[in-house]
């Protein structure tokens, strides 16, 4: 074994840097170290497709802590070490250059790695995901030369990308293979709200559009064709659909899973001292009538990282959190709180044309979840509401004048 630490954490992203976080101010006072494959210090995802991108915010301004945090508290950072194999009987994982390091306890931290497109063209030059700080700069680098961007994937990152690329002075189009954006995440009425607010900034949002390959000169790209034999000319491409879970060592190791790795409330996965938290942790979400589910999000990468550091500190705690998160595009903060996942109804509360309003999903008469657009009073009383999936009747949500924390009662 090259080293050994008591706590080792795989991948440095929001999940894996919570983890850490939470240890240390639980009086941790074990060796703790965090393994991940990017080069960086660990750093916040969302602003890659937004201040990041529009050149607004600089790298430094992205550290979740300086580096002087972590050396205080003696987290040892391995950067740009991959991690392709657990040994959980051994209780150690080998690195991608043969390297092993032995763990007390380990926490999987690995988020996931964009899903990519299977067409023709689909690795050309210019065509480029949004996970990590190399992505974006890679796509920075083009994007001054560029004038045509297609964006394939009507989900947050691929509107967010087409927003600022958009206020970049880009032709951007966007392809959405459903028959509206945000489909997977969203009632109709944000979905048709978000279309119309992108097509009058001048976005050509293509709906049902499908890509049929990436068109190039040989190496780099020069435009997509779709099914119906239309080429759209792009000196750049975004693909925004979704990703896969990086779970495959866990899985080879013989940890129960598929779409992420299985965890119980506590985040543990089915290997003896092997914690899963954040983007690839498959777990049972009382928000989601206790179905399983991975939720992409800020807020459920803190809450598991700090569930799963406590369990390692023997206090006796489950992962309840409220899912919440948000999206910036253009001068539009939307705020999500709760899933809504299998609603059967919305209340429309405000007005979309005054670009302030929230949606309100409802199942059998109970308040599961809320977007809210340039409404963060709605948002933050909602929270109570969903917390207490509580019965509201339809007036009432839909009255502006009527704040939704009177609707709480008991
Ligand atoms: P990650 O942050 O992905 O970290 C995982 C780390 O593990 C990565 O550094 C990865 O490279 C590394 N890794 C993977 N495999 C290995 C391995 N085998 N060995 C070593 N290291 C490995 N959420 C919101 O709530 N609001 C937003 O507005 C928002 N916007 C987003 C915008 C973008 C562009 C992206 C990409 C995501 C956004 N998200 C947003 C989602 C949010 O960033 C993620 O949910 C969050 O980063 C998940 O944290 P994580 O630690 O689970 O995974």
Redesign the pocket.
């Known amino acids: 074994m090259d080293s050994r630490f008591d706590v080792l954490i795989?991948?440095?992203?929001?999940?894996?840097?919570?983890a850490a976080i939470a240890l240390r101010q639980g009086k941790f006072d074990g060796t703790i170290a965090i393994?991940?494959?990017?080069p960086?210090l660990?750093y916040?995802?969302?602003?890659?497709?937004?201040e990041y991108?529009a050149g607004d915010k600089p790298f430094e301004r992205l550290l979740i802590r300086p580096a002087a945090f972590w050396a205080e508290r003696a987290v040892a950072m391995l950067p740009g070490?991959?991690?392709?194999a657990v040994d959980a009987a051994a209780r150690a994982v080998t690195?991608?250059d043969g390297g092993t390091i032995g763990y007390g306890e380990l926490i999987w931290?690995?988020?996931?790695?964009?899903r990519r497109l299977v067409c023709a063209g689909h690795d050309l030059a210019g065509v480029h995901t949004?996970?990590?700080r190399a992505d974006?700069d890679r796509m920075m680098a083009e994007l001054p030369a560029a004038r045509y961007a297609v964006v394939i994937g009507g989900g947050?990152?691929g509107l967010?990308?087409a927003a600022v690329m958009t206020k970049l002075g880009k032709h951007v189009r966007l392809l959405e293979a459903l028959d509206r954006v945000l489909a997977r995440v969203a009632g109709e009425p944000l979905s048709r709200f978000y279309e119309a607010e992108h097509r009058a900034h001048g976005v050509d949002v293509r709906l049902g559009a499908m890509v049929s390959c990436i068109e190039g000169d040989g190496s780099r790209v020069t435009g997509v064709r779709l099914a119906d034999g239309e080429l759209l000319p792009a000196d750049l491409v975004v693909v925004?659909i979704g990703?896969v879970p990086?779970v495959?060592?866990l899985l080879a190791a013989g940890a129960v899973g598929g779409n992420g790795v299985s965890v119980d409330g506590q985040c543990r996965t089915t290997l003896p001292h092997v914690f899963a938290?954040?983007?690839?942790?498959l777990h049972a979400n009382r928000f989601a009538e206790g179905a399983d589910v991975r939720?992409?999000?800020?807020?459920?990468?803190n809450d598991?990282?700090s569930v799963a550091s406590k369990t390692i500190l023997g206090q006796a705690v489950a992962y309840y959190a409220v899912p919440?998160?948000?999206?910036?595009q253009y001068d539009l903060k939307l705020q999500t709180v709760g899933l809504s996942t299998g609603f059967d109804a919305t209340v429309l509360r405000g007005d979309p044309g005054a670009r302030s309003f929230s949606v309100v999903y409802l199942k059998q008469g109970r308040v599961i979840a809320l977007d809210c657009v340039n409404a963060t009073k709605d948002f933050v009383q909602g929270r109570k509401l969903v917390l207490e999936r509580v019965v509201a009747e339809v007036a009432p949500l839909a009255d502006v004048a009527r704040p939704l924390a009177g609707l709480v009662r008991g």
């Open positions: 795989v991948g440095s992203g929001h999940a894996g840097a919570q393994v991940g494959d990017e960086e660990p916040e995802r969302p602003p890659l497709s937004k991108l070490r991959r991690v392709v690195l991608e931290a690995a988020g996931g790695a964009p949004v996970r990590n974006v947050y990152i967010e990308a925004g990703i990086a495959e060592p938290v954040g983007d690839c942790a939720i992409e999000s800020v807020q459920n990468a598991q990282a919440w998160f948000w999206s910036n």
